[in-house]
């Protein structure tokens, strides 16, 4: 029986019963589904199972695109898309409009987009279903955003920090107050980061409000404020308002405006922690954002305290990966400065039914850690360039996102391709 199927039980019938079976059980692109093949008998059936098929292979959203003559069924898995299906168009009326009940949306509504949400439980898994429909030229078009809202996914050793990278964040968020940022881009998993910080300092002693756009994740025993811009919500008064309420630490979505970056550096001063999130490509980058943002660079040294940039490295399916051949040549050529260890061992990406082919399975954070010294202080507050403070910090012991990714490689945790299309993104 299938475990959603309460979810759907007061629900009408709809057509096409015969032709959803077939098509649930047949691949005809030789694409690995799971394994369950059993006989299903209705729409609302047929959607579960794609829904509990997309939590089994861990996605992160499901895309329904409608087109002339099929439905594309594709999942994002590690950030990349996988086409896992075309279904015949006579099931997209019907799977629209379940999708539609289950999010409280109108069914006889087509022409303008709706959004929605409804909620799920898989075993012991909580998740949270975010539905954007949008009606596309040939029918409307669903995404299904899987948010797992429960809160041990919220940890930096599950992220895959490694050991070091722990005990520096754990360092640099026991001061009382001071502004650390996380940089990455979109995508880059800040947030996830961001909350298990929160979720590590968090206790009944210190009070945390966070304000973000939109709120994702509830975590207990935090107080959380959703962004509304349209009702004149912004970071900044969000933020004003919050101070009244007498925080010990601050969580600010996104620093991106002058008023916001001002309220947290008046917020650090006055004796809080503030945590946000920057669009920098790297720690030293954060830092000249931030002066980008016209905050006095004597503020911005006197309340930043570290740093961290981040990205979400691919890694090799544990069951299929196989040694690769070492290329020292490979190296020098990406990497000229990159002292080859002896014992390096690669490994490329081959693919099976684990990883659904990819090669790829789950994702880990790279870190960069920068935690803002006494030197570079005042470089920060001599306005000095982003080279001059790089150089000062990989001094005192920076390990760059690159050095870490090419760590990775040479330890045959990634793959030659992947790591290339790592450090492309990190420039
Ligand atoms: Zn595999």
Sequence with gaps: MSMFRSLFRKRSKLPDTKALESYVQGDSEGNVIAANTQKRSSTEDFLDFWIQNAVEMEASDIHFEC????????????????????????????IVTHVKILS????????IPQDGRFS????????????????????????????????????????????????????????????IVVAGPTGSGKSTTLYSIVKKISS???????VEDPVEYQLSGINQVSVNETIGMTFA????????????????GEIRDRETAEIAVRAALTGHLVLSTVHAKDTINAITRLLDLGV??????????????????????PRCAKAGVFDPEFLKRIAPEFPIPDDVKVSEPVGCAHCLNIGYKGRQAVMEILSVSGTIQKLIDQKSDEDTLR???????METL????????????????ALLALLAEMN
């Design 67 to 94: 087109y002339r003559t099929y439905v594309r069924v594709r999942y994002r898995i590690d950030g990349r898309l996988k086409t896992i299906k075309n279904l015949p168009i006579n099931l997209h009326s019907g």
């Design 104 to 111: 409280k949306l109108r069914i006889d509504e087509k022409r």
């Design 120 to 179: 799920l439980t898989s075993g012991d898994k909580k998740f949270d279903v975010r539905v954007s429909i949008l009606p596309g030229y040939f029918g409307e078009c669903i995404v299904m955003r899987l948010l797992n809202s429960d809160s041990e996914n919220f940890s930096l050793q599950k992220l895959g920090a490694r050991d070091k990278d722990v005990e520096k964040l754990s360092n640099l968020v026991s001061i009382q107050n001071g502004i």
């Design 204 to 210: 009944s002693e210190r009070k945390v409000i966070t």
């Design 237 to 252: 008064t969000a933020l004003r308002s919050m101070l009244r309420q007498a925080p010990n630490i601050i969580l600010v």
């Design 296 to 317: 006095p660079s004597y503020l911005i040294a006197a309340t930043l305290r570290g740093v961290l940039s981040q990205r979400l490295m691919r890694k090799l399916c």
């Design 391 to 397: 150089q000062w910090a990989l001094q005192e012991g």
């Design 402 to 417: 690159q050095v870490i990714a090419l760590e990775h490689y040479v330890r045959g945790e990634i793959g030659q391709e």
